[in-house]
């Protein structure tokens, strides 16, 4: 197939995606065409992670969703898929979650989830350990004011795509100090206190870990940041061998370990509202909810 075939292949595809906002027999018919070219297949990530399983339970929640498929991949496969897709304007679904730094390079919307297959809105909260707040007021104080959006958050992980990760939250840090203020204002400098933060191994919790741990230094903390699997993280803390954590996303997706643990530890609040999870399709695309999928 030669490029001009491609071309117009892609315009035919983006004017059936147009089509398919109409009621009548030829917008059903573009409709179905449409994501026949997609094979009325999802593009997912790893098997056995939060997001797979919740795309799975959404496929068995939706009827129009009966005869979908869930193509299994990886993150970094479904981020080539997603590229490929919108440099030729072709349609395609896949399973995302925002944070998350492609939403900062493409224009994407997470299609609405009525009936909340992929659960409601999440949000990342800081937590410590319990008596941390006496042991050292002024650490859990800068803590406790931490707050900012999904957009900074996005943007030191896309940063980090070309950069190591210390240098893209410092430049972060560096062109944000009217927010990191807020979070110190009024509290005193440490001479020193070493604080033990805990947080995970991926971008967008290694980027609040990175930036509270530079927040604390700077007030003169002396702070070590440990990254490990959720369930090591919920324990640590509640055994006391770690102080805090910036970097749990409640209600779902630690849910089952909060339930566990949760008595064990104080939760101080969120940090960033509206973390999410669904199905994320170009904004190209004339459809804006799970419903408005049709079946095979």
């Not at 939060?50 to 193509?71: C, H, K, M, P, V």
């Not at 409640?250 to 609040?269: I, K, N």
Request: charged share 25%; proline share 5%; glycine share 6%.
């Amino acid at each position: 197939m030669n490029k001009t075939t491609i071309k117009l292949v892609s315009l035919a595809s983006v004017s059936l995606l147009m089509a398919a906002c109409g009621n009548d027999d030829t917008a059903a018919e573009a409709d179905t065409t449409v994501f026949e070219e997609m094979d009325y297949t999802i593009t997912g990530i790893e098997p056995g992670s939060g997001i797979t399983e919740s795309a799975r339970n959404t496929l068995d929640t939706y009827d129009n969703l009966e005869g979908w498929e869930l193509q299994e991949s990886s993150t970094g496969g479904m981020m080539v898929e997603l590229q490929q897709a919108i440099e030729n304007e072709e349609p395609i679904i896949i399973t995302g979650w925002q944070p998350h730094y492609i939403f900062e390079i493409y224009d994407l919307k997470i299609l609405e989830d009525p009936k909340e297959g992929f659960g409601a809105a999440e949000n990342i909260h800081t937590m410590t350990r319990t008596g941390l707040a006496e042991d050292m007021p002024d650490a859990t104080a800068i803590l406790d004011n931490f707050a900012w959006e999904t957009e900074d958050m996005q943007q030191i992980v896309l940063d980090a795509q070309d950069v190591p990760f210390e240098e893209a939250a410092q430049t972060w840090y560096d062109e944000n100090q009217d927010l990191v203020s807020e979070w110190t204002d009024g509290v005193p400098e440490s001479d020193g206190q070493e604080i033990d933060l805990i947080s995970m191994p991926w971008d967008t919790e290694r980027a609040s870990a990175h930036v509270m741990s530079l927040t604390l230094e700077n007030h003169g903390f002396d702070v070590n940041v440990t990254s490990v699997d959720p369930s090591v993280l919920f324990q640590a803390l509640a055994i006391g061998e770690a102080d805090a954590t910036v970097t749990p996303w409640l209600p779902m997706t630690h849910g089952a370990f909060m339930e566990e643990y949760g008595d064990d530890l104080v939760d101080l609040g969120p940090n960033l509202p509206g973390a999410k999870s669904g199905l994320v399709v170009p904004a190209y695309m004339d459809i804006d909810s799970i419903e408005d999928i049709p079946a095979k």
